[in-house]
């Protein structure tokens, strides 16, 4: 898909992988609505970057886990744009769950925005594009849907969900709408990680080091332009699927 002139969505837009995504869809002549949830200051900074690109941008604050906050969201960017070509489903809660555990509210929490969030914004882009017959949707996925962490039930349930939502909606909206995934490893560290942390996570790696925002962006953009993928997803992670177990065979 020729992303100049067309319009994209992306779900937590506003800040680090999601901001980073939203930018590159700029700079090749896309319009943007960023949702962000909490992020408001940041989404705005991101919109006002986007337009210093030429292109339009629309900040939107929604719950993605609220079927009637993305109802509204779609509507507002249909008013501002006609409809969305692209849709990228960035949006996550990295939330650890306890497990076995009484309190539900952190596995409702994650499932909701990765599994549901994901599934109402695709249910409701969909019919602009099967109408249009063309469209591009991205789910971001990670590790985790391959190997999953203790203590993140919620998160490694969701994006594995994600991932197999992925082959279904390639298969339910196929010939016109192409649907993959894309799995980013360490490409930027949490502000609270320590040097000792981050080193050892680019030693978990194959190449021995962190990637970028930028090689996550792209490869979504290879999946935008790859006109006869989809169902697929494309890891970037350094091998850090393959490099773990290297890791601990040398620990």
């Not at 409809?83 to 076995?100: H, M, R």
């Given at each position: 898909?020729?992303?100049?002139?067309?319009?994209?969505?992306?779900?937590?837009?506003?800040?680090?992988?999601?901001?980073?995504?939203?930018?590159?869809?700029?700079?090749?002549?896309?319009?943007?609505?960023?949702?962000?949830?909490?992020?408001?200051?940041?989404?705005?900074?991101?919109?006002?970057?986007?337009?210093?690109?030429?292109?339009?941008?629309?900040?939107?604050?929604?719950?993605?886990?609220?079927?009637?906050?993305?109802?509204?969201?779609?509507?507002?960017?249909?008013?501002?744009?006609?409809?969305?070509?692209?849709?990228?489903?960035?949006?996550?809660?990295?939330?650890?769950?306890?497990?076995?555990?009484?309190?539900?509210?952190?596995?409702?929490?994650?499932?909701?925005?990765?599994?549901?969030?994901?599934?109402?914004?695709?249910?409701?882009?969909?019919?602009?594009?099967?109408?249009?017959?063309?469209?591009?949707?991205?789910?971001?996925?990670?590790?985790?849907?391959?190997?999953?962490?203790?203590?993140?039930?919620?998160?490694?349930?969701?994006?594995?969900?994600?991932?197999?939502?992925?082959?279904?909606?390639?298969?339910?909206?196929?010939?016109?709408?192409?649907?993959?995934?894309?799995?980013?490893?360490?490409?930027?560290?949490?502000?609270?990680?320590?040097?000792?942390?981050?080193?050892?996570?680019?030693?978990?790696?194959?190449?021995?080091r962190w990637g970028s925002p930028d090689?996550?962006?792209?490869?979504?953009?290879?999946?935008?332009?790859?006109?006869?993928?989809?169902?697929?997803?494309?890891?970037?992670?350094?091998?850090?699927?393959?490099?773990?177990?290297?890791?601990?065979?040398?620990?």
């Amino acid at each position: 898909m020729e992303l100049a002139g067309k319009t994209a969505l992306v779900t937590g837009g506003a800040v680090r992988v999601g901001k980073a995504i939203a930018l590159m869809l700029a700079q090749n002549g896309a319009n943007v609505v960023i949702n962000y949830f909490s992020s408001d200051t940041s989404a705005k900074e991101t919109v006002q970057e986007i337009e210093a690109l030429g292109v339009s941008a629309l900040a939107i604050q929604a719950n993605v886990s609220k079927h009637n906050d993305v109802l509204n969201m779609v509507q507002q960017s249909k008013e501002q744009f006609g409809g969305i070509d692209v849709l990228v489903n960035s949006a996550s809660l990295f939330k650890g769950t306890e497990f076995p555990t009484d309190d539900m509210s952190a596995w409702h929490q994650v499932t909701r925005i990765l599994i549901d969030g994901s599934f109402y914004c695709t249910n409701a882009v969909a019919p602009y594009m099967l109408m249009k017959e063309a469209g591009v949707i991205i789910n971001m996925v990670d590790l985790s849907a391959w190997i999953p962490a203790k203590g993140m039930m919620a998160h490694s349930v969701g994006k594995s969900a994600l991932l197999a939502m992925t082959r279904q909606l390639a298969v339910e909206l196929s010939p016109h709408i192409r649907v993959n995934a894309v799995a980013p490893g360490p490409v930027l560290p949490p502000p609270d990680y320590s040097e000792a942390q981050a080193q050892a996570t680019a030693n978990s790696t194959l190449l021995k080091r962190w990637g970028s925002p930028d090689d996550v962006t792209q490869a979504i953009k290879f999946l935008i332009d790859a006109d006869y993928i989809t169902g697929e997803f494309i890891t970037v992670d350094g091998g850090e699927r393959y490099g773990t177990r290297e890791f601990w065979d040398e620990s």
